[in-house]
Structure formats: C-alpha cells, structure tokens
C-alpha cells in the first residue's frame, strides 16, 4: 500500500511540477534510471545477506546433528552406568533441538531454550566425575565430543540471532518510495494505465517479503526444515529398538 501510494501521490501532486520541455523530460529519465538501478542493487545485496544467513543456519544444523551423533557413538568408551544416562540425556537433548527448528511463540521458543540448557548442564555434570578420576585420551575424547555438541547449540542460536540491520531495511524502504514517487511523476497516462504502473510497487512489495521470510528463521513460509536432525533420531531410536529385541531373544 505505501509503494502504491507514492506511486499515486508523485502522479498527483508532483507532477504538476513538472514542465514539458525535452531537457527536463531527459533529465528525469537519468534520475529515474539512476535511483531504478540503486534501489536493484541494494535488493540484489539485501537478498545475497538474507541467503548467506539461510545457509548458515542450514550449515549448522547438519552440524549439530553430526556432533550429537558423534557424542552418541562415544558415550559407549563411558562406564556403562554413565553411558546410559549420558545416551539419554542426550536422546531429550535431540528431542528438543528438532523441536527448536519448529514454528513456535515466544514463549515456548524460550522454554525449549531453557531446557536445552538443563540438559547442557546435566550432560556436562555426569561427565566430569569420569573426567576427573580417569584422565586418560579416550575420556578426553567423549569430553571433546560434549563440547562440540554445546558449541554447536551456540554457534546455532547465534546464527538465529543474525538478521539483516534495521538500518539496512529503512534504507531499502526509503529508496523504494522514492523510485516509486519518481515513477509516478514521470508517468504521461497515468490514469489511463493504472493497473501497469501499479506492477511496479506491487514487484518491489513482492522482493521486500521475499527478502523477510528468508530471514526469519522462526516464522515465515520458508524455513529451516531439520532433516538431519530427525534422521539422526530415526537413526538412535532404531538402534535402541534393534538392541532390546536382541536383549529380549538372549
């Protein structure tokens, strides 16, 4: 509606500035083309930043899947006691990192957080009574595994938290109302070829929301679909099911 309208108010009220003369008329042509160009780059760019932070988020979370699939495959160098309870909690630990991907409110967006980070704390505490009374390379690698698998959640929720400035978004708006206003007062029939001169805001809104959903990581059409994640837990889930019914035919 705002593109539109200052598509309507350059015809309306400024063009009545306007003189007819050659000259002018190739002067507002460079200025038209010029701003056009300015307001294509600075889209172009601000689509290139919401991509690269797509892939980011996409990146980290094959990483995540991997450093908790790798942790998981570890836990077994662990005391069977604390093997166990370490593949368990980190069994929930992937429940809620898929869970994390999903369209959510605020709210519960914040209590998966602070479960995850429970869980971070209770994974570490089981670990470090083994680290402490067996120093030895392989409990130095489970202990390796554990903190990429926390990094992991970090690198993650930053990459979440990386969003196009705000800055960057008044700067794309301002220049796309003025290229329209300057469509509007160049436009010699107007009113005649409304429904063409209206392609142009409408192509302009269509970018800006394009743009928006592919860097709103939680909300949006186009979001990030955690398939490694739950691959990963299809994975652990058939494994434990394989294992007890191997436990039940002995």
């Known amino acids: 509606m705002t593109l539109s309208g200052a598509?309507?108010?350059g015809n309306a009220v400024l063009s009545k500035y306007r003189t007819k003369d050659t000259e002018t008329s190739?002067?507002?042509g460079i200025i038209q083309t010029a701003t056009l160009t300015l307001l294509g780059l600075i889209i172009g760019f601000?689509?290139?930043?919401a991509?690269?932070?797509y892939d980011l988020r996409q990146t980290y979370e094959e990483a995540e899947a991997n450093a908790i699939g790798t942790e998981f495959l570890r836990a077994d160098l662990l005391p069977s006691k604390t093997a166990e309870t370490v593949k368990g909690l980190l069994n929930e630990y992937l429940d809620q990192r898929i869970l994390f991907y999903s369209k959510q409110d605020h709210e519960t967006a914040k209590e998966i957080t602070r479960r995850t980070i429970e869980l971070e704390n209770a994974m570490w505490?089981?670990?470090?009574?083994?680290?402490?009374t067996q120093s030895t390379p392989t409990t130095a690698l489970v202990i390796s595994g554990m903190n990429d698998v926390i990094n992991s959640q970090g690198y993650t929720q930053a990459a979440w938290w990386n969003r196009i400035p705000t800055?960057?978004?008044w700067l794309m708006a301002a220049i796309a109302i003025g290229a329209n206003m300057l469509v509007g007062f160049g436009a010699r029939n107007f009113k005649r070829n409304v429904g063409l001169f209206m392609i142009f805001p409408a192509m302009i809104a269509v970018s800006f929301f394009l743009i928006a959903d592919i860097d709103?990581?939680?909300g949006g059409v186009i979001r990030i679909d955690p398939r490694n994640l739950i691959?990963?837990?299809?994975n652990i889930n058939a494994v434990h099911s394989s294992a007890l019914t191997m436990g039940g035919k002995k």
Do not use: G, Y
Not at 125 to 132: D, I, K, Q, S
């Open 125 to 132: 505490n089981e670990l470090l009574p083994v680290a402490r």
């Open 231 to 234: 691959d990963l837990k299809h």
């Open 167 to 169: 800055a960057a978004w």
């Open 7 to 9: 598509v309507w108010f």
């Open 216 to 218: 709103s990581p939680r």
């Open 51 to 53: 991509i690269a932070r």
């Open 26 to 28: 190739t002067d507002l």
């Open 46 to 49: 601000t689509f290139s930043m």
